[in-house]
């Protein structure tokens, strides 16, 4: 406890008693909304253990492990814990598309859709919006609770599966895509992007959320900390630049992409169907 208190984590009076320091009552109380003590989780059970690796993959020039071939199991239990994470991006997708102000049902295919964090506040900021959440099947209970807690669960479905084989259907005004492409080869982005331009109406947009290098990849570092990452997790995926990014949603059909800066360390990239 005195350790936490040089960290400035607890506090400490004149007759040694502790208490949380106004930070950490903020970010590791579990029933606070602002909770952010799952993605410490994440990185200490989920993500160290493969790090301290890292000199046989370097060595071997491959993983000896792959987290994305695996069971959605491992993603069932992360992606809550990365709510947090993502809420900031989803809060700027609803201002920046017009979600709260519009008198028209609006169809939202959520794509890996996880915690649903994207979707849900979605369909938080308006009644019209209606979301299709296509995930693993040990991964949609996590979505629907989810859903379920901020009120909205009712209008949602849900399509269990993987993303290429999965029927999207159509008729989608908006299609969301949270930290999906830097996991998974291009030739299977270039797939996934292609179909998703077929299930999106006319005017419809794409909304990719990710970490992005620049194009010279000296930056920025979390970027660049998460391709390491992949390479110690997978046997294949890379992070990409916008540029990289760009190139590939206009050969899927896309309008030139633009990029929305959130308050968070990953931005928005929304592209159009002509």
Do not use: C
Request: cysteine-free.
């Amino acid at each position: 406890m005195n350790a936490l208190t040089a960290f400035e984590l607890l506090v400490k009076d004149g007759d040694s008693r502790y208490a949380l320091a106004p930070e950490s009552s903020a970010f590791l109380v579990s029933t606070r909304p602002s909770f952010l003590g799952g993605l410490f989780r994440h990185i200490s059970t989920q993500l160290l253990p493969r790090w301290l690796k890292l000199n046989e993959v370097i060595r071997t020039g491959s993983s000896s492990t792959d987290v994305t071939r695996q069971s959605a199991e491992l993603f069932q239990q992360q992606v809550e814990d990365l709510y947090a994470m993502s809420y900031p991006a989803a809060q700027t997708l609803v201002e920046v598309l017009g979600v709260r102000t519009t008198e028209r049902e609006i169809n939202v295919l959520d794509l890996e859709a996880g915690s649903g964090v994207l979707s849900v506040t979605l369909a938080q900021a308006s009644p019209h919006v209606r979301v299709t959440a296509i995930d693993w099947p040990d991964v949609l209970p996590v979505t629907r609770r989810v859903a379920e807690r901020y009120g909205v669960a009712d209008r949602f479905r849900f399509i269990e599966g993987d993303l290429i084989r999965a029927d999207f259907g159509s008729g989608y005004n908006i299609a969301t895509l949270g930290h999906v492409l830097h996991s998974e080869t291009e030739e299977w982005s270039l797939v996934l992007l292609k179909k998703t331009f077929d299930a999106l109406v006319s005017g419809g947009t794409i909304a990719i959320v990710e970490a992005f290098t620049n194009e010279d990849r000296t930056g920025p570092p979390h970027a660049l900390i998460l391709a390491v990452q992949m390479l110690t997790h997978a046997s294949r995926g890379e992070v990409l630049s916008f540029g990289e990014l760009n190139r590939r949603l206009r050969r899927a059909g896309f309008q030139v992409a633009q990029t929305v800066e959130t308050p968070s360390p990953f931005p928005i990239v929304l592209a159009k169907k002509p």
